[in-house]
């Protein structure tokens, strides 16, 4: 099929209010707080998708799946779902705010587990055979006393239970680290007061506790806990999801620069044992400069023009966008071999720069889209006043910098949403 060029003039476009949820704390309901997020899907966005663009016992996708939004809202409105992420540190997490757990029972494992804690003998952990990156982040103090709740964790003998609790665990990482608490980015605070892990571990897991109560009563009052909820360890760009069995898929895709979730996540990863070179690890990921293609072509004309520019600026840089299209038309491929006929493709994406060069996603995406056999029903721009994601940058080359830099500038702070319908049925 021919490329067809959509022409929508995105920077003209009205913010839709109906869809920027000023003030809206949703991130705090159900599961969605078990775990700090960078760039996590605001609740209340899939919500008002789910409900006006699925029907209860539809199938719902999110490719992307993240820290896994798009499934527990899917579960507590009563469709089923499947979600993807090619990340380990995601699926866990998703594994866990999924996963509804009886609280008497969660009840009883944590309180053996706290006994447990009593028996801790720093002396045991000094020397412990972990990845020797953590020495930079963790003091030797703290780091003997999470090796030995991530030892305890792994002996227990639920697995719903030992994911809780590894959820729990990954969360007070940064925490618990020299990690700059306030910062996405690695980087060290030489003055940071580092609480006990014992103490805050307990603290975060009786957090989670709560709200994984409130999640099962909800959904055993709705009869939704057989719900079909599933997370998978898998690529965007081909699934092993049937074709032609999706409704609808709800997703927001990766910015360009998505291979800097490797290092958002290594703490994690390096503990969980996830990975053991943070380079390898990040080769993986959509859009990457390691990605198979170094070419410089693209069958949209605004995805040209911006490949274009960028080799004015950095060679090294438009190899990585040109990437990031190519594989975004594979998920777009791959999309529609999903879908089932007229199921809508809901997909949240948001524009950025990169070496002084506005780098269009959406309207990159939207030509994408179109050019696979979608048919654009709505394109809705939005403000992000809530969305958690790294939004300062150099301006120069585009990447994660502090706010006093004199390069430096916000980024991401409107978004577009891309509704588009499967009309090209039956392929695969």
Same mark, same amino acid.
């Given at each position: 099929?021919e490329?067809?060029?959509?022409?929508?003039?995105?920077?003209?476009?009205?913010?839709?209010?109906?869809?920027?949820?000023?003030?809206? /704390?949703?991130v705090e309901?159900?599961? !969605?707080?078990?775990? *700090?997020y960078?760039?996590?899907f605001?609740? #209340?966005?899939?919500?008002?998708?789910?409900?006006?663009y699925?029907?209860?016992?539809?199938?719902?996708?999110?490719? +992307?799946?993240?820290?896994?939004t798009t499934?527990?809202?899917?579960?507590?409105?009563?469709?089923r779902?499947? $979600?993807?992420?090619? %990340?380990?540190?995601?699926?866990l997490?998703?594994k866990?705010?999924?996963?509804p757990?009886?609280?008497?029972?969660?009840?009883?494992?944590?309180?053996?587990f706290?006994?447990?804690?009593?028996?801790?003998?720093?002396?045991?952990?000094?020397?412990?055979?972990? !990845?020797? *990156?953590?020495?930079y982040? +963790?003091?030797?103090?703290?780091?003997?006393?999470i090796?030995?709740?991530?030892k305890?964790?792994?002996?227990l003998?639920?697995?719903?239970?030992?994911? +809780?609790?590894?959820?729990?665990?990954?969360?007070i990482?940064k925490?618990?680290?020299r990690?700059?608490?306030?910062?996405?980015?690695p980087?060290?605070d030489?003055?940071?007061?580092?609480?006990?892990?014992?103490?805050?571990f307990q603290s !975060?897991?009786?957090?989670?506790?709560?709200?994984?109560?409130?999640?099962?009563?909800?959904?055993?009052?709705?009869?939704?806990?057989d719900?079909?909820?599933?997370?998978?360890?898998?690529?965007?760009?081909?699934?092993d999801?049937?074709?032609?069995?999706?409704?609808a898929?709800?997703?927001?895709?990766?910015?360009?620069?998505?291979?800097?979730?490797?290092?958002? !996540?290594?703490?994690?990863?390096?503990? +969980?044992?996830?990975?053991?070179?943070?380079v $390898?690890?990040?080769k993986?990921?959509?859009?990457?400069f390691?990605?198979?293609?170094v070419e410089?072509?693209f069958?949209?004309?605004? @995805?040209?023009?911006?490949?274009?520019?960028?080799?004015?600026?950095?060679?090294r840089?438009?190899?990585?966008?040109? #990437?990031?299209f *190519?594989?975004?038309?594979?998920?777009a491929?791959?999309?529609? *071999?999903?879908?089932?006929?007229?199921?809508?493709?809901?997909?949240?994406? @948001? %524009?950025?720069?990169l070496r =002084?060069?506005?780098? /269009?996603?959406?309207?990159?995406?939207?030509?994408?889209?179109?050019?696979n $056999?979608?048919?654009m029903?709505?394109?809705?721009?939005?403000?992000?006043p809530?969305k958690?994601?790294?939004?300062?940058?150099?301006?120069d080359?585009?990447r994660?910098?502090?706010? #006093?830099s004199?390069?430096?500038?916000?980024?991401?702070?409107?978004?577009?949403?891309?509704?588009?319908?499967?009309?090209?049925?039956? =392929?695969?």
């Open positions: 099929m490329q067809q060029t959509v022409y929508v003039s995105f920077d003209e476009k009205e913010v839709n209010p109906d869809w920027s949820f000023k003030n809206v /704390r949703s309901q159900w599961t !969605h707080g078990y775990h *700090r960078p760039a996590k605001l609740p #209340n966005l899939v919500k008002k998708l789910i409900e006006e699925t029907k209860e016992d539809d199938l719902v996708a999110d490719l +992307f799946a993240g820290c896994g499934l527990v809202e899917a579960r507590v409105h009563g469709r779902s499947v $979600g993807v992420d090619i %990340n380990p540190v995601a699926e997490i998703t866990a705010k999924i996963c757990i009886w609280p008497e029972k969660l009840e009883e494992y944590y309180d053996s706290v006994m447990v804690i009593e028996d801790f003998r720093e002396e045991d952990f000094l020397v412990i055979p972990v !990845h020797k *990156r953590l020495d982040w +963790f003091k030797k103090e703290q780091k003997a006393q090796a030995y709740l991530y305890k964790i792994l002996m003998d639920d697995e719903e239970i030992k994911t +809780f609790m590894l959820v729990s665990l990954s969360h990482l925490n618990c680290s990690w700059l608490q306030t910062s996405t980015k980087q060290v030489p003055n940071k007061v580092i609480p006990d892990p014992f103490i805050i !975060h897991t009786r957090q989670m506790m709560k709200k994984n109560k409130e999640y099962y009563e909800y959904l055993d009052d709705k009869k939704y806990l719900v079909s909820c599933e997370i998978k360890l898998g690529d965007a760009r081909k699934t999801i049937p074709s032609n069995s999706v409704e898929i709800i997703t927001s895709p990766p910015y360009v620069t998505s291979y800097e979730y490797a290092d958002i !996540h290594q703490l994690t990863a390096y503990w +969980f044992e996830y990975l053991t070179d943070l $390898g690890f990040r993986n990921f959509i859009g990457t390691f990605s198979y293609n410089t072509n069958s949209s004309a605004i @995805g040209q023009k911006i490949i274009d520019d960028l080799l004015l600026k950095d060679k840089t438009a190899k990585e966008v040109a #990437n990031y *190519r594989d975004m038309d594979k998920v491929k791959e999309m529609q *071999r999903i879908l089932k006929e007229e199921g809508y493709a809901c997909l949240v994406i @948001g %524009n950025t720069t =002084n060069v506005k780098i /269009r996603s959406a309207e990159v995406l939207t030509d994408i889209l179109v050019s $056999g979608f048919e029903v709505e394109i809705i721009k939005r403000s992000i809530n958690l994601i790294p939004t300062i940058r150099d301006k080359s585009g994660f910098t502090k706010l #006093n004199i390069n430096s500038k916000l980024v991401y702070p409107e978004e577009y949403i891309l509704i588009a319908k499967n009309s090209k049925y039956g =392929n695969s």
